[in-house]
Structure formats: structure tokens, C-alpha cells
């Protein structure tokens, strides 16, 4: 369901009205819990959440594959990657998983050849960055270029 610009408006302005209607009574006891209760319209929580995850699914099938070439930032993919997964609210057993999907060429072979000491998404993570990372001498000549 989309909703439009005018259409949240309006259920904004519902909501606003519905809030000004609710009468509080204050209690006559001189001790009274301080315990703050801050109420979150499920509309809108519900609907940021389908379009958060719509929108990080359709960034997960266009992932760009990594596979380990010189001229690629292992660092920034990780980066991008895991903040699309963590939109998507994938655990980190499901980032593992998914991750494999996108490595072709040489990561690819990598990752094969590794597996069986990657068991985890943390280990990938600090595993493939050790493995990628430009030397010092590469990074250099690229701030040459």
C-alpha cells in the first residue's frame, strides 16, 4: 500500500486530533510514578517499516558482486552492504548466507578455499577485509593518479 503525501497528512492530522481528545486526570497522591509512556501510532511504524524493507530488498538485488580486483574498496563494499542488511533487518547469520551470493571471480575462488575457517558473518567480515585490503604502496599510487 502506498500511501501519498496528503494522505499521511491527513492521518497525521487524525492522530494529533485524537491525542488533543484524550483527557488526563491527574492523580491526588504526592507519590506517583515517573514512568514516561510515549505512544508511537502503529500506522506509521508499521508503514515506515514495510517501506524501509521494500526498499532495502530492492538494494539487496542490486548489489553490486565483489570480486576482489585490484581496483575495488573491500571497505566501503563491506560498508554498503551491511547497512543495506541491517535496513532489511537481516540477522547475522542471514548477512553471512546472503553475502556469498555476491562474490564472483577471485573472492569467489577465496571464499571456497576459506569456508571451512569462516563460519561466521563477523569472521567474513575481518577474513575478507585482511584479504582485500590495498597495501600501503597501493594506496599510495593511487593518491599519485
Known amino acids: 500500500m502506498v500511501i501519498t503525501h496528503s494522505h499521511y497528512q491527513q492521518l497525521f492530522q487524525q492522530e494529533t486530533k485524537r491525542l488533543s481528545d484524550i483527557d488526563i486526570e491527574f ?21 515506515e517499516e514495510q517501506v524501509m524493507n521494500t526498499l532495502a530488498k ?9 570480486a576482489g580486483a585490484p581496483d575495488e574498496d573491500v571497505i566501503k563494499w563491506i560498508q ?3 547497512a543495506v542488511f541491517d535496513r532489511a533487518q537481516l540477522q547475522p547469520s542471514n548477512k553471512f548466507i ?5 562474490l ?11 569456508k571451512s575457517s569462516i563460519t ?12 582485500y585490503q590495498p597495501s600501503l604502496n597501493q594506496i599510495l599510487l593511487k593518491m599519485e593518479k
Open 80 to 82: 554498503y552492504m551491511e
Open 27 to 47: 492523580s491526588h497522591y504526592s507519590e506517583f510514578s515517573l514512568n514516561h509512556i510515549v505512544y508511537h501510532p502503529a500506522f506509521l511504524s508499521v508503514m
Open 58 to 66: 530492492e538494494q539487496i538485488r542490486n548489489f553490486s558482486k565483489f
Open 120 to 131: 561466521d558473518w563477523f569472521i567474513f567480515k575481518a577474513e575478507i577485509i585482511k584479504a
Open 98 to 102: 546472503a553475502i556469498q551470493s555476491y
Open 104 to 114: 564472483t571471480d577471485a573472492a569467489k575462488n577465496w571464499f571456497r578455499y576459506n
